[in-house]
């Protein structure tokens, strides 16, 4: 059974930073992507940002510039680099994985921008 537990979420005021955390009880070069989607209230789950085993790198165009994912093999980790954060990036981020036909998810991490 795969786990993705994630951390990092929290307050933060517009314009600071925050980073994310997932690690996995596998190896990140396991699954053909891993990588972050988010849900505000009464909205729909939308993709973030997620990262390849080969290493490409997509991004929603709402934090393109903003935002960057990364991973540390070593740790079985992946990274999700907030900066320059606004009031409409609030939301309950989830850490996903697909492997094949299998998708798999964090418990979620709640991310508050407001001053």
């Known amino acids: 059974q795969v786990q993705l537990v994630e951390s990092g979420g929290g307050l933060v005021q517009p314009g600071g930073s925050l980073r994310l955390s997932c690690e996995a009880s596998?190896?990140?070069?396991?699954?053909?992507?891993i990588g972050w989607y988010r849900q505000a209230p009464g909205e729909q789950r939308e993709l973030v940002a997620a990262i390849t085993t080969g290493g490409a790198t997509t991004y929603a165009d709402s934090v393109k510039g903003r935002f960057t994912i990364s991973r540390s093999v070593a740790k079985n980790t992946v990274y999700l680099q907030m900066n320059s954060l606004k009031p409409e990036d609030t939301a309950v981020y989830y850490c996903n994985a697909k492997s094949g036909r299998n998708q798999y998810w964090g418990q979620g991490a709640q991310v508050t921008v407001s001053s």
């Open positions: 596998r190896s990140v070069f396991s699954f053909n992507s």
